[in-house]
């Protein structure tokens, strides 16, 4: 495929690297963002800019015209929204409006990011994109959301002709993270010496750079109808922050909270959030998303797509480097 290609959310964290990618690659790129969106990591790129509302349909269908392929990266991550309907506009209604659009203009091909929070869990601690989701009584909204936002775009490939493919991406650590994302802010604190404690547990995980590298990969080589795990390995969280301390030079110890001390401490930061009428990224559905997933095998993405991530340990060290140069650890 050679034609211009969409992404929607450029000004993201993995929008603004898969831009980056297709931009350094000679290909012709249409960058979606809100006028609101700080694009710094964008500036300079030859990008054609669409401006523009995920739920607005007029400016999504204007921003696809002559589109030969779609990346859409727009997700709302923010789980521990007391309101999530903000949250679920975006991640379902948003993804309802895009795919309406390609299909009305005729795209060949649409790459959703997706997540692994929608992939079944295993019992031999191992997950595959075959493993079903099962576990809804434990999900919250954000969870359910997204299982049913990727749900509404399997039906429109399977019913509506969609040529789409589901990208399921594990938490991204890398340079770039100019919000930074709420996974990037325990880095940060881990790096500045302020996270004294982890939990007993692991996460997948990914260098961001890799996971716009299979974003592409997807377009040209991912087949429809299906989705990829992208991960590159599991990490306990205690490794985790010690590779972003020892990369600040910061010490390595790290307390382990219980995790009943850490469910009371988000129950008790929920209702102060209720009672403040503010949110608070501390919550219970916050804790539970912090341990309750698999492993997961990317053998799928690396046999089909060709795809070769590097270490995520790399990713984290160039992550920590970026949140010192800006002063945020």
């Not at 997540?115 to 009584?137: M, Q, R, V, Y």
């Not at 997961?296 to 060709?306: C, V």
Request: aromatic letters at 6%.
């Amino acid at each position: 495929m050679s034609g211009t290609i969409l992404v929607t959310g450029a000004g993201g964290f993995l929008g603004s690297h898969v831009v980056r990618q297709l931009a350094a690659d000679g290909r012709r790129v249409r960058a979606f963002v809100r006028k609101s969106t700080n694009v710094a990591a964008l500036a300079g790129l030859p990008i054609e800019w669409a401006y523009g509302d995920a739920l607005d349909p007029a400016s999504v269908h204007a921003a696809m015209a002559g589109c030969e392929s779609v990346i859409h990266c727009v997700v709302n991550t923010q789980a521990w929204l007391r309101d999530p309907t903000p949250m679920l506009r975006v991640n379902v209604d948003g993804l309802r409006i895009a795919i309406d659009a390609a299909l009305a203009h005729g795209v060949q091909r649409f790459v959703m990011t997706s997540t692994i929070g929608t992939i079944g869990l295993n019992p031999g601690g191992l997950s595959t994109e075959e493993d079903i989701f099962n576990w809804a009584a434990s999900a919250g909204p954000y969870i359910r959301g997204r299982v049913e936002a990727e749900a509404l775009f399997f039906d429109a490939v399977r019913q509506r002709g969609l040529p789409g493919v589901a990208m399921c991406v594990a938490n991204t650590y890398g340079p770039d993270d100019f919000a930074p994302t709420p996974h990037g802010r325990l880095l940060a604190a881990a790096a500045s010496g302020k996270l004294g404690f982890t939990i007993d547990a692991g996460l997948s995980c990914v260098g961001i750079e890799d996971a716009a590298t299979a974003m592409i990969l997807a377009v040209e080589r991912g087949r429809i109808g299906e989705r990829y795990i992208v991960a590159d390995r599991w990490l306990r969280y205690e490794e985790l922050c010690s590779i972003a301390a020892d990369q600040a030079g910061q010490s390595r110890r790290f307390r382990k909270l219980p995790f009943p001390l850490l469910y009371a401490a988000g129950f008790l930061a929920d209702g102060i959030a209720r009672l403040r009428g503010r949110d608070s990224q501390l919550s219970v559905e916050s804790v539970r998303l912090s341990h309750i997933m698999n492993d997961m095998s990317a053998a799928k993405a690396r046999t089909e797509l060709g795809w070769r991530p590097q270490p995520v340990e790399r990713s984290i060290r160039a992550a920590v480097d970026c949140y010192r140069a800006r002063g945020l650890a």
